[in-house]
């Protein structure tokens, strides 16, 4: 199983950017679909994004089309989110996790977006 380890979160005010990180432990990560979900504060847990295991093709979750993009870097094993346009409904920890619109259970700690004013 690949070790998935997230960064890149903080505090923003809505409208602003963030771009979230995933670093992989293995050369196996290249092998696998990739996907981002989130939790919100007392909710279950979201599908995101993913993305297919050559980059070439991706899907989003109807609320965040337009806003995110997801990618990836086989070489270094590293997945990315690039979230423009926050809102505070974006506000959640934010995990990565192995599979194609997965909802697999997250084993990293994840890392916390806040959308405030």
């Known amino acids: 199983q690949v070790q998935l380890v997230e960064s890149g979160g903080g505090w923003v005010q809505p409208g602003g950017s963030l771009r979230l990180s995933c670093q992989a432990s293995a050369n196996a990560f290249r092998l696998y679909a990739q996907s981002w979900v989130r939790q919100r504060e007392g909710k279950e847990l979201e599908w995101v994004a993913s993305i297919m295991s050559g980059g070439d093709r991706t899907d989003y979750e109807d609320s965040v089309k337009g806003r995110f993009t997801i990618s990836r870097d086989n070489e270094e094993k590293t997945l990315s989110l690039q979230m423009h346009n926050l809102k505070v409904e974006d506000t959640a920890r934010y995990f990565c996790?192995?599979?194609?619109?997965?909802?697999?259970?997250?084993r990293g700690q994840g890392t916390q977006v806040t959308v405030s004013s």
């Open positions: 996790v192995q599979g194609w619109m997965s909802l697999a259970t997250p």
